[in-house]
């Protein structure tokens, strides 16, 4: 009924995302960038939270949904490190990234 969403990345498409997700009453969704200070401004703005990237793993971890709109030159996610962070609950998870992360 009410899932916990990370929203990884806050460029055009992730900021885009977090201001729907506002819109759309959701309660419970955690912001995180590799800037902090830009995340930070964009939490206040739609009601969520925030947390440092370096916690990144431990995020997903706790998230239902993830969405990720990073921009990197390969995966950032994938099924080994999943695995290797014992990631073994049911999560959904909605790449948004151009090219694919």
């Not at 912001?31 to 440092?52: S, W």
């Not at 949904?65 to 990197?72: D, K, L």
């Not at 080994?80 to 609950?89: A, E, F, G, V, Y």
Request: charged fraction near 20%; aromatic fraction near 8%.
């Amino acid at each position: 009924a009410n899932p916990h969403i990370l929203v990884l990345g806050i460029g055009e498409i992730g900021a885009d995302v977090c201001r729907n997700l506002k819109e759309s009453n959701y309660q419970n969704f955690t912001i995180i960038n590799r800037t902090y200070g830009k995340a930070a401004m964009l939490a206040i703005e739609c009601n969520a939270q925030v947390i440092e990237f370096e916690h990144v793993w431990e995020a997903i971890a706790k998230a239902d949904i993830i969405i990720s709109s990073i921009n990197t030159g390969e995966y950032f996610i994938d099924k080994s490190q999943l695995i290797d962070n014992q990631l073994l609950t049911h999560k959904y998870f909605i790449d948004l990234s151009m090219p694919r992360s």
